[in-house]
């Protein structure tokens, strides 16, 4: 017999996507954490118990089958060969960090998450690369799971998949997801839509270690989705070669030593997407175009963080500043904002805790 399990931690960190022109590409994983205490005990028919504390303990699910980790983990549980959560399962206690709807990755902190969790649960073992293809079935683009999985700056791609591996993967949202468990007497049987394998494929790039974040968050929630559909579905050439040319010069340039402010103010410049929200962030052209490197020295480049609200400025020293000047630009529009210095982290952790 396998020894009981006592409490296993998982620790996932925020992060930032598109960091200006990587629209759905590069992440950043930042020190702000998701973090789940699992308790393990005697086996019992008890439905696990969630508890939640710090941000979106007020708002978010308790239920099991409704909350998006627990949803996510049972999603890879029945992947791999198992109906339910284990007997074992005592309690999970989730303490947030990451605000919600913010532009700082808390859904994809919460779907990696979901997937430790899964792969806890079941003792399955699962490599860091079928985890991600778990995780892209239920959050579709690659930069904040990916970056939050495995930590670092970093970019990724979806692989092209064949027409049977394509439509595995379109499945809706829904049928990977369900929200309810099964009716008594009713099985929902052993066959969800199974990852097709290596959907996503990733590569670290270098980061300067002296470089820090520094996330000026208004205080209201953006949802993701509400933030994609302003976006245009078709770019000029012009637009594209825009942000291609300096997303090729940003990967590189924020790994150099020391770091040239003027070459990554300019590459971290956007058309593909900051240019669409500014209906939805009032404030936003301004923070990026008025704090300048010859403004506030010390800073290198400024730019939404993932879908917004969230400003990201990287920058070396003078952060108070910097947060200052862009909190006197949002106050013209009536916007509060608060600010956090973040370091750049490494990627998710699972570890067990042997208590005495
Ligand atoms: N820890 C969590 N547990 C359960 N649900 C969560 C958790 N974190 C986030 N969510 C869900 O995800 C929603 C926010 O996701 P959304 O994609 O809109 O924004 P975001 O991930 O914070 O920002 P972005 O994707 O731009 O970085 C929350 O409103 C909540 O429904
Ligand atoms: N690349 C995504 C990140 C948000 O999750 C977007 O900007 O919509």
Redesign the pocket.
Known sequence: MSEPRGTVVIKVPA?S?NLGPGFDVVGLSLSLY?TLIVKFGPPSPDLVNITYSGE?ADE?PLDPYR???TRVALYVLRCNNHRSFPPELVSIH?D?Q?????????????VI?GVLLGNTLGKLNLSRERMLDHALMVERHPD?VTAALVGGFVGSYLRELGPVASEAAQVPLSEVLPEYPPNAGEDWGLSPPVPPLGIGHFVRFGWNPSIKAVAIIPRFEL???K?REVLPTEYSRKDLVFNIQRLAVLTTALGQSPPDPELIYEAMKDRVHQPYRTKLIPGLPAVTSSLTPESHPGLLGICL????PTILALATHNFESIAEGARTIFQTENIQVDWKLLEVVGGSQTYEVHEN
């Open positions: 992060t996507a998701l979106g978010v909350n998006l980790m989730a947030n990451i605000p919600f709807g913010r532009g700082l990755g808390s859904s994809g902190a919460a998450a904040n949802s993701t989705a933030a963080s993932g879908a917004g």
